[in-house]
């Protein structure tokens, strides 16, 4: 009984993480949810390391902040990584994404970028974006696209301007 359940947990999964063959309609599903736990994750740890970088509350015990600076000193060098680089880079791509198709989902509930209503004919196609919708979509992802090529040339200098 329990192989039933992980095989349809695994199933369910396949279809929300892995969106190949369905349309824009998935994909900025899917994208929006990644991006909106990655963001979440990425505060959390911000957060931590800000706090180490502060010292936390042990710091302000020990005069004259020798141990604040120590701990700054360490946290630099850690971050000193071009893998951080490039994980801000993929960051600013989501947090762009994540706006803009956020404001792409409130013009929506809204009503204000919904399509007006078809009669269902065979062949049925289900259209659950209007063309504004699909325009702010891919808005979105322009703007993203442009957010970590930004990042990239201000981490890694890609563009020779």
């Known amino acids: 009984m329990a192989g039933v359940g992980v095989s349809v947990v695994v199933n369910a999964l396949k279809t929300w993480l892995i969106p190949l063959r369905y349309g824009v309609e998935r994909w900025s599903y899917t994208l929006q949810r990644v991006s909106g ?17 502060v010292g936390g509350a042990g710091v302000w015990s020990v ?3 020798e141990f604040a600076e120590m701990v700054w000193n360490e946290t630099k060098t850690f971050l000193a990584n071009p893998l951080f ?3 801000l880079a993929l960051l600013a791509f989501m947090i762009f994404f ?7 989902l409130v013009l929506a509930h ?10 269902p004919e065979y062949p049925y ?11 702010v979509f ?13 990042a990239l040339d201000v ?3 890609v563009l020779q301007l």
């Open 63 to 65: 005069p004259p902040y």
């Open 98 to 104: 994540h706006t803009v198709n956020g404001v792409r």
């Open 125 to 135: 196609r289900a259209a659950s974006m209007s063309k504004a919708q699909r325009g």
């Open 155 to 157: 981490f890694f200098k």
């Open 110 to 119: 809204f009503g204000i970028i919904l399509g007006k209503p078809t009669r």
């Open 37 to 53: 736990v990655a963001i979440t994750l990425y505060f959390v740890a911000h957060v931590v390391e800000t706090g180490n970088v």
């Open 85 to 87: 680089d490039a994980g």
């Open 138 to 150: 891919w808005l979105s992802v322009l703007l993203a696209v442009a957010a970590m090529v930004y």
